[in-house]
T-cell receptor
Framework: QQQVKQSPQSLIVQKGGISIINCAYE??????FPWYQQFPGKGPALLIAIRPDVSEKKEGRFTISFNKSAKQFSLHIMDSQPGDSATYFCAASIGGSNYKLTFGKGTLLTVNP | DTEVTQTPKHLVMGMTNKKSLKCEQHMGHRAMYWYKQKAKKPPELMFV???????INESVPSRFSPECPNSSLLNLHLHALQPEDSALYLC????????????FGPGTRLTVT
């Protein structure tokens, strides 16, 4: 019940295209859903996060879509750029104990020029 | 400023050595974390400090010993490590353990020979 399932494992997109990464969860107590971006040899960087009271959040080219009834959330990267090539992790945590981030297994995104 | 710094960037140590990893943040955050990350895997939580006191130990072997000298600093003392302990060690911080937005440092790449 604590799992967060992330797909796809890897993704190749052409420059200018839309990258979509999906995550699904079972535990309905989760109420905070961040996405992290990690470049090789670097630490994860918080990209964008959402709570269940909204269905979508947009920051620049990055959008989180959240479907509470389906227990799914996704990251959309519009106008994908080669500099977006990285590993993306979704995560979830329970309010009041946000120290315990449950991570998805990650998606390796490659954006071809 | 959302910067967490870690030193050293790289560390090679033998199984009989004693070494320490250092983490620092100046965001006024009261929660600090140690994570371990193996290649192509998500980060795994090791320890959580809240207000300079150890609040969570995720069943980590005693050869890893955390220390929080003050609210800005977090150390991880290493002794008698095994080759399988080779990994990227990440430090993170947040405003509190019940608050969102964990910010990660760049990590220390540890190799145990």
């Amino acid at each position: 019940q604590q799992q967060v399932k992330q797909s796809p494992q890897s993704l190749i997109v052409q420059k200018g295209g839309i990258s979509i990464i999906n995550c699904a969860y079972e535990n309905t107590a989760f109420d905070y859903f961040p996405w992290y971006q990690q470049f090789p040899g670097k630490g994860p960087a918080l990209l964008i996060a959402i709570r269940p009271d909204v269905s979508e959040k947009k920051e620049g080219r990055f959008t989180i879509s959240f479907n509470k009834s389906a227990k799914q959330f996704s990251l959309h990267i519009m106008d994908s750029q080669p500099g977006d090539s990285a590993t993306y992790f979704c995560a979830a945590s329970i309010g009041g104990s946000n120290y315990k981030l449950t991570f998805g297994k990650g998606t390796l995104l490659t954006v071809n020029p | 400023d959302t910067e967490v710094t870690q030193t050293p960037k790289h560390l090679v140590m033998g199984m009989t050595n004693k070494k320490s990893l250092k983490c620092e943040q100046h965001m006024g955050h009261r929660a600090m974390y140690w994570y371990k990350q193996k290649a192509k895997k998500p980060p795994e939580l090791m320890f959580v400090y809240s207000y300079e006191k150890l609040s969570i130990n995720e069943s980590v072997p005693s050869r890893f010993s955390p220390e929080c000298p003050n609210s800005s600093l977090l150390n991880l003392h290493l002794h008698a490590l095994q080759p399988e302990d080779s990994a990227l060690y990440l430090c993170a911080s947040s405003q509190g353990v019940d608050r969102d937005e964990q910010y990660f440092g760049p990590g220390t790449r540890l190799t145990v020979t």
